[in-house]
């Protein structure tokens, strides 16, 4: 893709998601009540009234990353904070786990690595390694085309495996990179998971990163990426290299690792990817039986309607758990719902 088709696909993919309906498709609108019940759960600050602009901004980030690592004319929108001739001296010269998240534009990261000659083994959920592994290989490459010593490993997340194939990778020199905030990685496996203070509630996690940080004594860098105006990316490496504290557990160290994310969406929640997506409910609390005739203040209430394969559901998001509604419920939940909407314009003074 040239910078002139990027561009105007740019501009389309905004305005599109700016005007769209997000109650009128079945799939668009189970991930924006999802994504509220999210916003609602561990963010609680957020208002019902700000969601729909929020959820915007996340499908055009969304849309806008799987752009960006198509288009190689990409330099003079990208500002890196970190990136010096030290950082990249150790990254060559020594291997370390690489987190970050899926925020911005998250899908750069291995183009950037690929350019500076970076060797690196990328972790990634069973589905993704699937449908995308080869797309991920051939970015890759065509970035690195000057560094012909540099790899990109694929290694399956799902596997149980993926602990021993991260060492050898970094016994390789490697790099390994994770996406510290994916929901999936060594299926079934409950002594691969661990609850965290996220935000305001508790979520459950991997923490497979954590338990090979601490037996590996790796360094671990810490970046993110953010798109501050929608043709502005800007990607923000930690001063210095870190470890787990002394004494720290997998537990505290993935909570630790967390935290970087938690903090950027105190101020900025479209940044991130991971609203859409329904995380893990804990706690043994039940849900509160949903009545058969719903009042107008239902979303107050945190109740977000959506529709599966002609089924009618509400998600809480004072628990995140999901549950089957009659007919009557599911309209009066419609209707609060798009009450609540703003269908104006994104702060265009932010995206410019």
Known sequence: MDKITYNNELNNSVQ????????????VHRSFSVCCANLMHFRRGTQVADMANIFRGIATRQRLAAMDVQCPELADAVKITGWEDSRLNRLRQRPGIICTYHTGAYRLLCRLLAEAGISAALLLSSDVLETQGAAFQAIYQRAALWHPQAELLLLNAGKPTSLLAMARAAGRGMQVLVYIDGNTGAEGRMDNRT????????????????????????????????RPGWRHIHWEWTEEATGP????????????LFAPLGRLLEGRPDEWEGWLYAHTPVGNGREPAVPHECTADGLSEGLFPFVVDSR????SGHTLRVTEVGPGVYEAL???????????????????
């Open 195 to 226: 609850t965290i203070r996220f935000m305001d509630a508790a979520m459950q996690v991997r923490r497979g990163v954590a338990l090979f940080a601490l037996r590996s004594g790796l360094p671990v860098y810490t970046v993110y990426s953010t």
């Open 16 to 27: 599109r998601w700016r005007e769209r309906d997000l109650l009128a498709d079945e799939a």
């Open 312 to 315: 009618m559901y509400a998600v």
């Open 334 to 352: 419609l209707r609060r719902q798009r009450q609540t909407l703003e269908f104006g314009e994104l702060d265009e003074k932010a995206y410019i």
């Open 245 to 256: 504290e002394a004494g720290m557990d997998s537990h505290g160290y993935t909570e630790h």
